[in-house]
């Protein structure tokens, strides 16, 4: 949604309710429907105060009572953000993307962006413990809670023993599923290496995210019961979406 058709979209004055609680609503309304989705900015305090022809105290009341609903953050030079409400992704032995969303009352679903077979990078190979040149499937993923992008995700499996793994998954098989088709009856989390990085311009583009916030990397390699390596990965998450929870306990 553009500047000019949220102009068009204000509502008018309600009797008997502050000017400055009247903008709040209809900012927080727009917030929900994610009417600055594509960069999380708002327009700044010149901007809104001509939008409701107010002055800049009256517009401050009421960007201070979005701030204290937890909906906006203020960054000094930079402006005003949506503050999403952070998302818990626990990281356990038992890491699983879709019970992760589901106990929080969230619709997962993934983007299948990339499917190939390809010579192991150094660390993949290292990681799966195969032999120097040996092929590997590689597999790219958008992950998305309630259709919204929260991470970018890629993924490695030996090529030897999941041949066919790249054609079920564009039949839209689930992971789990796949694996258990191949042997695999159930799998754990090896190790988690946390880190973050600045995301490059293609994944901004795709996480919906600016290209100046900074991202939640995890690195992780699962095995299965005989503790044989059969996936070694990486997510990159968006830092102001997604909170890692890292249970000492092992399980989840």
């Not at 909906?71 to 000094?76: A, D, F, G, M």
């Not at 998302?87 to 993307?97: E, G, N």
């Not at 695999?184 to 996480?207: G, K």
Request: aromatic fraction near 6%; glycine fraction near 8%; include cysteine.
């Amino acid at each position: 949604m553009t500047f000019g058709q949220l102009i068009t979209s204000s509502p008018g004055r309600r009797s008997g309710v502050s000017v400055w609680r009247q903008i709040a609503d209809t900012l927080t309304t727009e917030i929900r429907d994610r009417a600055y989705a594509d960069t999380g900015r708002l327009p700044g305090e010149v901007e809104l105060s001509a939008r409701f022809c107010v002055n800049r105290h009256t517009l401050r009341q009421a960007v201070a009572a979005l701030q204290s609903e937890g909906l906006v953050r203020i960054e000094p030079g930079r402006g005003m953000f949506v503050q999403h409400e952070l998302l818990d992704y626990a990281l356990s032995r038992r890491t699983r993307f879709s019970e992760n969303l589901l106990r929080q009352g969230l619709l997962p679903s993934k983007q299948l962006l990339t499917a190939r077979e390809m010579p192991a990078p150094e660390r993949a190979a290292r990681e799966l413990k195969l032999d120097k040149g040996a092929k590997v499937l590689m597999v790219e993923m958008l992950d998305e809670a309630n259709d919204a992008p929260i991470g970018l995700a890629t993924a490695y499996y030996p090529a030897l023993r999941f041949a066919g793994l790249l054609e079920m998954l564009a039949q839209g098989s689930r992971t789990t599923d796949l694996l258990k088709h191949f042997g695999v009856q159930d799998y754990v989390r090896a190790q988690s290496r946390i880190t973050t990085q600045m995301p490059n311009d293609e994944t901004a583009r795709l996480l919906k995210q600016p290209g100046t916030r900074p991202l939640l990397c995890v690195e992780c390699l699962d095995v299965d019961m005989e503790g044989t390596p059969i996936k070694y990965g990486e997510t990159v998450f968006c830092g102001d979406r997604v909170q890692l929870v890292v249970n000492a306990g092992g399980e989840a």
